[in-house]
């Protein structure tokens, strides 16, 4: 249940926020250059010295943001040391780290769609917001779709912040399947067992894939793959 729980908050994580940054950086602005590889940077940064920089962050004790919360008289909540908070938590940093990614992704389908489709929808009367849903969003389906299947499959990678930020606890709340597979093959020398959780995490990002690329055939509008 943690790693549906995970993939699902990943998911809609860095596709939402990373289609909202490439449109942010696809402006023809000065400093978007520099934008550009801001958000690109925490992807190219350790997981694991993240991980640590993050653990510090959210410290109940003396943790930066805890100090800001309670300044403005509200009681922080134990982000890695309630059970109702850590997955929550971890993921949330996961799609912070790795949402730059996916922008660069959305940002190459974004400049795959012509201008002159865009200024005929202008010409004809279109506002933003119907450009953006009538115009970009179907000739950005074969991204979308892209994005969706490579976001899924990322999203059973979770070991090193969970490893780094809570070893699988509060109380079991953040152990995933592959932090499974760690804690059974390199904690228990259960090699077997490992295995076998191996396999079926296998076996179920197959079937994902495979059932996404069947979406494909009734989603995708415009394939420019």
């Known amino acids: 249940m943690n790693t549906v729980l995970f993939s699902v908050i990943y998911v809609i994580g860095v596709m ?54 309670k300044s403005v008289g509200l009681k922080p909540p134990n982000w890695l040391g309630d059970t109702h908070w850590a997955l929550l938590t971890v993921s949330v940093i996961q799609v912070w780290k790795m949402a730059g990614y996916y922008m660069v992704l959305f940002l190459a389908g974004l400049q795959s769609i012509p201008d002159s489709v865009k200024e005929a929808a202008v010409v004809d009367g279109a506002n933003s917001l119907q450009l953006f849903f009538h115009v970009t969003l179907p000739m950005l389906s074969p991204t979308t779709f892209f994005v969706l299947t490579v976001a899924m499959i990322d999203s059973f990678k979770n070991f090193e912040l969970i490893y780094t930020m809570t070893r699988g606890g509060p109380q079991s709340s953040t152990t995933t399947l592959v932090y499974d597979v760690y804690v059974y093959g390199f904690v228990h020398y259960r090699m077997g067992y490992a295995s076998a959780v191996a396999y079926v995490l296998m076996v179920l990002v197959g079937a994902i894939t495979i059932a996404n690329f069947y979406i494909k055939k009734r989603w995708v509008t415009n394939s420019y793959y």
């Open 16 to 69: 939402v926020i990373g289609l909202f940054l490439a449109l942010m950086v696809n402006q023809k602005l000065p400093g978007t250059n520099f934008f550009r590889a801001a958000y690109y940077l925490p992807v190219i940064t350790s997981a694991v010295a993240i991980g640590i920089i993050w653990s510090w962050i959210l410290s109940p004790q003396v943790g930066i943001l805890n100090i800001l919360v």
